[in-house]
């Protein structure tokens, strides 16, 4: 195997570390991995401690606050869930519009956008409690929801969307623009309602959510435990409780979604458990 490849390589699992972090020392870094090793194959180990790194570097050099970085994702979050429940429900494209809408606020860090798109979106499914009617223009307004248990995510969103305008003046670097590949969500919910076949809410669709739901919280736990930071468990317990209400009022008919719920409450509290974990002190050494 050529020293090429294997400098490839490294290059490759480099770019975990922020930008500016790989421009000072990535030559350095690539350096020492190439010449502390008479190998020609790149070391498993030592890509395993590139990503560990670029993980904790990215955390560390992150100018948002923790707290205003997981309230955003947290929020993203929910905001793409109920888009793709919006895809699955056949809404409107008035209501599509605007779930999308609220989705690129959130993902660019937009906050003075996304505040009244989500008090829009709140007010708007909140109706039929507050009005006690359901008489609006639907095609418009897009779902009445009938209890404030599934009301839970909305009310979240917008008192958060709130709480993150008006964070505004403590950003001086303000939001984080977050990655375009969390449009995956709501394209994976776009084939499954369009597909040939009923999948809306079947097996395949409920596979596919609590496969996702999994693959991000396991990848929080993990990022968690390398950078100990909170921004992730924060996010997660946002996305998480309003839907956990549901079942703790009405309990799970069942012994499958009652498994779901408990596997999603267990990984948020290994990443709460985590996020806080003091780093272990270093060993005093005994003069001789």
Not at 4 to 31: C, D, K, S, V
């Amino acid at each position: 195997m050529s020293g090429a490849f294997t400098e490839g390589w490294y290059r490759l699992f480099l770019r975990a570390f922020p930008r500016g972090h790989r421009a000072e020392y990535g030559t350095e870094i690539i350096g020492t991995l190439l010449n502390g090793t008479p190998r020609r194959a790149p070391s498993l180990r030592e890509t395993a401690g590139l990503l560990t790194a670029g993980f904790v570097a990215r955390a560390r050099a992150a100018a948002t606050p923790w707290w205003a970085d997981g309230l955003q994702l947290g929020l993203l979050t929910l905001a793409l869930a109920n888009m793709a429940y919006g895809i699955a429900d056949h809404s409107s494209p008035w209501w599509l519009a605007a779930s999308a809408a609220l989705v690129a606020a959130l993902l660019r860090g937009w906050a003075l956008v996304a505040l009244p798109l989500a008090l829009a979106v709140a007010l708007s499914t909140s109706r039929a409690m507050l009005l006690g009617t359901t008489s609006s223009p639907s095609q418009i307004l897009g779902p009445a929801n009938h209890n404030w248990v599934s009301l839970a995510p909305y009310g979240v969103l917008a008192i958060g969307a709130v709480a993150l305008a008006a964070s505004r003046p403590a950003l001086p670097q303000g939001l984080r623009v977050r990655p375009l590949w969390w449009l995956v969500i709501p394209a994976a919910s776009l084939t499954l309602t369009y597909m040939p076949g009923d999948h809306e809410y079947g097996e395949t669709w409920q596979l596919v959510r609590a496969g996702t739901e999994s693959v991000l919280l396991l990848a929080g736990v993990l990022t968690t435990a390398i950078a100990r930071s909170p921004r992730w468990a924060l996010a997660a317990a946002i996305y998480i409780l309003p839907g956990a209400a549901s079942p703790l009022i009405n309990p799970p008919s069942n012994a499958q979604d009652t498994g779901y719920w408990l596997t999603l409450i267990a990984l948020l509290l290994a990443m709460i458990a985590t996020a806080w974990r003091p780093q272990p002190l270093p060993e005093r050494r005994h003069s001789q």
